[in-house]
């Protein structure tokens, strides 16, 4: 693997930017509705998703539009994974399915969602162990609970 050209990182950088400032403000144009469900966060994936594989699928190479390969970069990994990085999970589990391997689909989406729910679940449980060592000054036992 050769080194990162530096201005392409900077220039997918920006537009991680953009995507993630994009996500913000939708998320807050939405949040009055987003009381009984994330809808800012389901907007953004459905959109983000859609961008990243329109996008893709019109520049890439011999489509109807030709992009050089910095800006596909910096549109799909900068913006879109700025923006949201379920884009990208949707683009590759699309990719599995139409490259005929839908068992490794089905194990993408799996194990994406399955090691997700795992790791958000361990990430609280660990804050919250904290949060009772620093608030009672004692150690953390299961049988606190």
Partial sequence: MTAPNMLT????????????????????????????????????????????????????????????????L????????????????SLQTLDLLRNGTPLRALMNIGLSVGLCMASVTAGYLAAQAINHMYATNVPFSASDE
């Fill in 9 to 72: 990182t900077f220039a997918i950088a920006l537009g991680g930017a953009v995507g993630t400032v994009m996500r913000y403000w939708i998320g807050l144009a939405l949040a009055r509705w987003s009381q009984t469900l994330p809808w800012g966060t389901i907007v953004i994936n459905v959109t983000g998703s859609f961008a990243i594989a329109l996008f893709g699928a019109l520049t890439v190479s011999g489509a109807r539009l030709q992009a050089p390969e910095t800006a596909r």
């Fill in 74 to 89: 910096v549109f799909m990994v900068g913006l879109c994974g700025g923006y949201t990085t379920f884009s990208s999970f």
